[in-house]
């Protein structure tokens, strides 16, 4: 067992502990409360006094690439994009990522506990992410979910890539033409392997790999996340979703806040960023710091995305600070990268708050962590020490 102690403690849950207490047991938060209330410390194997700094629940990057471009590598690290076909839900993150990335080492000494990492937007539908811890070893140890949500895009990168080899899309008609087209023919699949069980197994269909994986979204079964940065695409990301009744984040988000009201009322949550970097391309020109607290204070249940390796994963805390220091609220900017992020993802009932039962996923700092010279003094991952600074 291990005891934290003496901390103000950011639950991310509602309630929060001037002075505080945490105890871990089993890779689990198994109690909590103030120190006045603390049982003794005898027969605990590591007792952390906090000096009074802050204690958090890890961080989670809800949007990135992580361990798909391998760092400093180039083209042979580069697993995110099978610019090949612009439908591929048959992909899995989980075959693509190279856990012994840097990276992973990186994301954890700056808080960044888990991360939702998965393919580009090459493609129309480009294949599953997954959700990973950022623990040492091996993808068995790391893996929190490898297949939590199905990729699709919309916008100018599926137009260029596909466009460029003289192949549909090349529009955005052509995108959503796509995803409309690929959506039906996954749903006769599931329909007809359905009818057959009921009737006569040799009217099964060919077995096909793409509508078995799409097949996954109907019915809201699998989260989708929609890379639409523009106003428009956003809207027609949100028209598909209500006529195939598909469970969809926004991803990105880039132009949210001029659509704000929009988004609220199709009751539709916000992935937001990345917001530090440069507009490189069309759809950024309106890039705002000021989005993700626009979006919350709309009432828009909105994370903050590092899109890693755009924005260097370490700096998933820095972008939180970015969009606290343009006007989102404190906390809201806390929950971005903690419980809003894992409720996005799926994944609230493991991590994203210092509750009793969840994950021991857990961050102790020398002061606030918006302040530049707080330092991270320790990360624990489903209750292992990982990181002592």
């Known amino acids: 067992m291990i005891l934290i102690k003496n901390a103000k403690i950011l639950t991310m849950a509602g309630k929060n502990i001037e002075s505080g207490y945490i105890i871990i047991r089993d890779g689990k938060i198994r109690q ?26 890890g961080f989670v990057d809800a949007h990135c690439h992580i361990g798909m471009w391998e760092d400093g590598v180039g083209q042979e690290g580069a697993d995110g994009n099978e610019a090949t076909d612009p439908v591929t839900p048959q992909l899995k993150a989980i075959d693509g990522i190279f856990f ?78 796509i995803i409309r087209e690929s959506l039906l023919m996954a749903d006769e699949y599931q329909r007809k392997i359905e009818q057959a069980k009921e009737s006569n197994e040799s009217k099964k269909p060919d077995f096909n790999y793409k509508y078995e994986s799409l097949a996954k979204v109907l019915g809201g079964r699998l989260l989708v996340k929609a890379h639409a940065h523009r106003q428009d695409d956003i809207i027609t990301a949100i ?50 710091p000021k989005n993700p607290g626009i979006l919350a204070k709309a009432g828009i249940l909105t994370a903050i995305m590092t899109d890693h390796p755009v924005i260097p994963i370490q700096y998933l805390p820095l972008c939180a600070t970015v969009a606290y220091k343009a006007g989102m609220d404190e906390e809201e900017a806390l929950k971005a990268i903690t419980i809003n992020a894992a409720k996005l993802t799926g994944i609230d009932h493991r991590v994203g708050s210092i509750e009793p039962g969840k994950d021991a996923d857990i961050s102790v700092f020398d002061g606030h962590p918006f302040e530049f010279r707080t330092k991270l003094r320790y990360v624990f991952i489903n209750g292992k020490l990982v990181h002592e600074g």
């Open 100 to 177: 012994k990335d840097n990276c992973f080492n990186e994301a954890r000494e700056a808080g960044v506990t888990v991360c939702v990492t998965g393919p580009g937007s090459a493609n129309v539908i480009g294949g599953q992410f997954a959700a990973v811890k950022t623990l040492p070893g091996t993808p068995d140890d790391m893996i929190l979910s490898d297949c939590i949500a199905m990729k699709m895009a919309f916008g100018e990168n599926p137009k260029r890539v596909y466009g460029g080899q003289n192949k549909c899309p090349s529009t955005r008609m052509g995108t959503a033409a």
């Open 32 to 57: 909590l409360g103030t120190d006045a209330d603390m049982p003794s410390e005898t027969g605990f194997e590591k007792v952390i006094d906090a000096h009074g700094g802050y204690v958090l629940p």
């Open 239 to 288: 028209r598909v979703a209500r006529e195939f009744n598909l469970h969809m984040t926004i991803e990105h988000g880039t132009e949210g806040y001029l659509i704000s009201e929009y988004i609220k009322n199709a009751n539709f949550g916000v992935i937001a960023g990345p917001i530090i970097s440069d507009r490189s391309k069309i759809e950024l020109r309106n890039q705002s």
